[in-house]
């Protein structure tokens, strides 16, 4: 069984973008937590809005949902990524599409490790983090 697996639901392969596996671990690693599996699920903005709907009660587009069953430090999940919303991000924040799923997965892992983003104050702690991980693998 692979700790890191990528799959795509109803959307195209875009594997050639994805950033290596390595980045991530090593992520999960700075914040001394060890992987079981982490499974990430890329797909269209309708499949991630039913999920959405039918788990969180939310009627919103969201381009990531981080379903965590981790314990403790041993991160196990899965992080459902919509490329239709990462698409428009990289075009809102005038950035790649490879540094905005750079970005989206880290957020998702940083989620698994225990980050939070509901308040102001967390938002702004997994912006930093998110921005820390990035510049280190130069993305």
Same mark, same amino acid.
């Given at each position: ?32 937590c ?36 981790s314990i403790?430090? !041993? *991160?196990? &999940?899965d992080?459902?990524? =919509? #490329? @239709?919303?990462? /698409?428009?991000? +990289? $075009?809102?924040?005038k950035?790649? %599409?490879?540094?905005?799923i ?8 940083? !989620? *698994?490790? &225990?980050?939070?983003d509901? =308040? #102001? @104050?967390?938002? /702004?702690?997994? +912006? $930093?983090?998110?921005?820390?991980? %990035?510049?280190?693998?130069?993305i």
């Open positions: 069984m692979k700790k890191i697996n990528y799959f795509f639901i109803d959307t195209p392969e875009y594997k050639k973008i994805l950033p290596p596996k390595t980045w991530i671990l090593n992520c999960i690693k700075k914040e001394n060890e992987i079981i599996k982490i499974d990430f699920m890329f797909c269209s903005d309708s499949y991630l809005n039913n999920l959405n709907n039918k788990y969180l009660n939310h009627n919103t587009l969201t381009d990531v949902i981080t379903l965590d069953h403790q430090n !041993h *991160l196990l &999940g992080v459902f990524i =919509s #490329l @239709d919303r990462v /698409k428009e991000n +990289a $075009k809102i924040y950035t790649t %599409l490879e540094k905005e750079a970005r989206i997965m880290i957020h998702g892992v940083l !989620h *698994l490790i &225990g980050y939070k509901k =308040s #102001l @104050d967390e938002k /702004k702690i997994m +912006a $930093k983090m998110e921005n820390k991980y %990035l510049k280190e693998k130069n």
